[in-house]
């Protein structure tokens, strides 16, 4: 597979800035309130205003022109290097480009992008030059293959938080969220994404890729025959408070943080765990703010 330069790559990582995976997003400062334009309560929250670190709105605009050139483009470039189909959802300016999400439409399940060069003095993208961060889309995969290979256990991950939605005045994200930005990919529920090290499933994505017609049972087999580090798979759990202008509630989190604890047949994972308040920064895609209660690096919960 085409590896990109590391002056490509630094390049990339200047006008992508906020590209990466939430666990990393700074935390903010400032708190929320009705006035304040920059949040808006996630159940509203459909990727509107979110934005990269020198992100260029022209670049979306120009890309629009080229939508049906970009969209062939980028699903070709996704079939020629990951063997993937992918469905295009949307453009996000970044710095003399623009990211084109995207979401597989077979499992296995995740999110990505691409990124499409733009020249701002002839109005023209460069279709030819598609690219993504080395390594970004191969971890995107194996999320997806890790969702697959545990359908089981991810689906009592899903029903308990289900439950807890029905029971309990939390909510997740729209999946339209997920859909419209890049700051969570991978494999990903309302409630939850997974992520990964680098090294973690870089054995079992590469037998993956090469026969990339396997069927579910094999996939689960390719996984028992190679034992998983729990610490290099992360689940992080992100909820939300239901209601605008209320504090994140410290019993059903330690009650979140109980059940994941002593809950078995789970996916093998580190578990992050988030509850945020009910706003979402709309720039960001973050809900995470400094009454956001949280348990997570050094001290996540390793389920084993």
């Known amino acids: 597979m085409k590896k990109i330069t590391i002056w490509f790559i630094t390049c990339g990582v200047l006008f992508l800035g906020g590209c990466f995976n939430v666990d990393n997003t700074k935390k903010e400062t400032k708190q929320p309130n009705q006035e304040d ?35 062939k483009a980028v699903e070709e470039f996704f079939l020629d290097n990951y063997k993937t189909e992918v469905k295009v959802n949307h453009f996000i300016g970044a710095k003399d480009a623009v990211s084109v999400t995207v979401e597989s439409v077979n499992e296995p399940f995740f999110y990505s992008y691409a990124i499409v060069p733009v020249d701002f003095k002839s109005k023209t993208v460069a279709t030819d030059r598609v690219f993504t961060l080395e390594g970004e889309v191969e971890q995107d995969i194996q999320t997806g293959l890790y969702a697959m290979a545990y359908e089981e256990e991810f689906s009592n991950l899903d029903r308990y938080l289900e439950n807890m939605k029905s029971k309990y005045p939390v909510i997740g994200r729209l999946e339209v969220t997920y859909q419209n930005t890049n700051n969570i990919r991978g494999y990903a529920t309302p409630f939850y994404f997974i992520s990964s090290a680098s090294y973690t499933l870089d054995e079992l994505y590469d037998e993956y890729i090469n026969e990339p017609s396997m069927s579910k049972s094999e996939v689960k087999k390719l996984f028992k025959r190679t034992p998983i580090d729990s610490k290099g798979i992360n689940i992080s759990i992100n909820l939300f408070m239901e209601e605008e202008n209320v504090e994140p509630n410290k019993e059903i989190f330690d009650k979140i943080i109980h059940d994941i604890e002593s809950m078995k047949d789970l996916p093998k994972a580190s578990y992050s765990i988030f509850l945020n308040d009910n706003f979402i920064n709309a720039q960001t895609g973050s809900g995470k703010k400094d009454n956001t209660l949280s348990r997570k690096s050094p001290n996540k919960i390793i389920k084993k």
């Open 37 to 71: 334009e920059q949040y808006i309560s996630v159940q509203d929250y459909d990727g509107e205003g979110y934005t990269l670190r020198g992100g260029q709105d022209e670049a979306v605009d120009i890309a629009k022109q080229h939508k049906e050139k970009i969209v």
